[in-house]
């Protein structure tokens, strides 16, 4: 099993609809959590962080759930700009220091 | 702030050829890291350092691969002899700690040929 899994996707939504990405992770005592995005061919950039109360930025959503170890992400009125890859990031340490990326859920928001 | 930069952009080199990859992180960040993306295997962590002391490098490949941080403005990844397999994207990123949000260089798009 991975340490972090994500559904690859690609999702394909119409404009103005609600997405959501789940993720999983492994590590029971991982201690901060992420959402990154990533465009084609540039570098993964902040999207949001994950706190255990939840946390939400304009059209977004993130969610953290200990006890079934998964967080999620909810972008509500997707735009044509919110087209890319999103990373699940999870980090802590346990017999030394990790920060493990998923593999990213591909979004294409179309016309 | 100038963000995380890295050199070159792009590198094309033959087996066997030597390749040095540079990183100068965000000022005042005291964690940088080394990752490798491909399509196969996504995004790698290969090394990790806190205040220029390499804490974990249980991800670097092989003995092929080193990296070093002489000071707190500057990182290398050394790859010697490449091969082909190495063909990649390698990022650069940064933080203010360990478990805080990490800001990543443009990347080095590596070719091996």
């Known amino acids: 099993r991975k340490e972090v899994e994500q559904d690859p996707g690609p999702f394909n939504v119409p404009e103005g609809a609600t997405v959501a990405f789940n993720c999983t992770y492994s590590n029971s005592a991982s201690q901060s959590f992420f959402w990154y995005r990533q465009d084609c061919r540039k570098e993964p950039k902040l999207l949001m962080s994950?706190?255990?109360s939840g946390n939400e930025d304009g059209r977004f959503t993130a969610q953290l759930n200990r006890a079934s170890q998964y967080i999620s992400l909810l972008i509500r009125d997707s735009k044509l700009s919110d087209s890319a890859t999103y990373l699940c990031v999870v980090s802590g340490h346990t017999g030394g220091f990790k920060t493990i990326f998923g593999a990213g859920t591909r979004l294409f928001v179309k016309a | 702030d100038a963000g995380v930069i890295q050199s070159p952009r792009h590198e094309v080199t033959e087996m066997g050829q030597e390749v040095t990859l540079r990183c100068k992180p965000i000022s005042g960040h005291n964690s940088l890291f080394w990752y490798r993306q491909t399509m196969m295997r996504g995004l790698e962590l290969l090394i990790y350092f806190n205040n220029n002391v390499p804490i974990d490098d249980s991800g670097m490949p092989e003995d092929r691969f080193s990296a070093k941080m002489p000071n707190a403005s500057f990182s290398t990844l050394k790859i010697q002899p490449s091969e082909p397999r190495d063909s990649a994207v390698y990022f650069c990123?940064?933080?203010?700690?360990?478990?805080?949000?990490?800001?990543f260089g443009q990347g080095t798009r590596l070719t091996v040929v």
């Open positions: 990123a940064s933080s203010f700690h360990r478990n805080a949000e990490a800001f």
């Open positions: 994950v706190y255990s």
